[in-house]
């Protein structure tokens, strides 16, 4: 049983200042739990039903028996931020700060004020698919820990790393070519696969700012053949990602 104290706190992390204050965020999903305790992320507890811990026994083996919490629905639907529970959740602690520049020979996404949860669940899912193993998103971007964003990656939040860095400060100090993506740009269908980069998405209304665009290498823009104005962030992302990367 957890006490009243252990279910405010977990409740209490649905909010961004108290994720940022204890450093921890939860993860809620079947799938997603499963994911983060493959790819031995720092898991610190789990809540689950018990026919799901008996289910993924296997994959508890590496943490402490008191760190394995038993829950019935009704506790879970306490916990959860979600309008429709899952049968299991994981409290994991933040990774710490890291204000590295991007490695030569990788490709990363950077994100410019990206706004929507679900976008940026999304935008980490899209770097996953195309093994993009690192996203550097502007202090303005919607909290990566946020609940919402954490269900819409569906797991692919253990593969992806995540940071926290001023766009505008990552393009002048490093030494990878950069890919804006722009409306005014050069058609995406003239560039060849890249072994390197930084690929640059910007906000789902005004896209990225003049200043990002005036410090990227290329400005590029995927060919429209309707009449729409744009596109979503995530779609965007997934065109681009799926010629610069294949």
Known sequence: MLSKAQIKYIQSLQHKKNRQKSSQYIAEGDKIVQELLQAG?????????????????????????????EVDNMVLKQLSALTTPNNAMALLDMPPADNSLPAEGTVVL?????????????????ADW??????????????VYNPKTIQATMGSIARVQLKEQDIPTLLQQSKLPSYAATLHGKDITGFQAIKEGIILIGNEGRGLSDTVISLATHRITIPRLGGAESLNAAVAAGIICGRLLI
């Open 41 to 69: 992320m720092p898991v610190k507890a789990v809540y689950a039903t018990g026919s799901w811990l008996e289910q993924h026994k296997s994959l508890l083996t590496g943490l402490p028996a008191d760190a394995v919490k």
């Open 130 to 143: 195309f093994g993009i193993r690192q996203i550097i998103c502007s202090p303005d971007c919607v909290d």
């Open 110 to 126: 950077a994100l410019e004020a990206i706004q929507d949860p679900g976008n940026m669940g999304t935008l980490i899912r899209i």
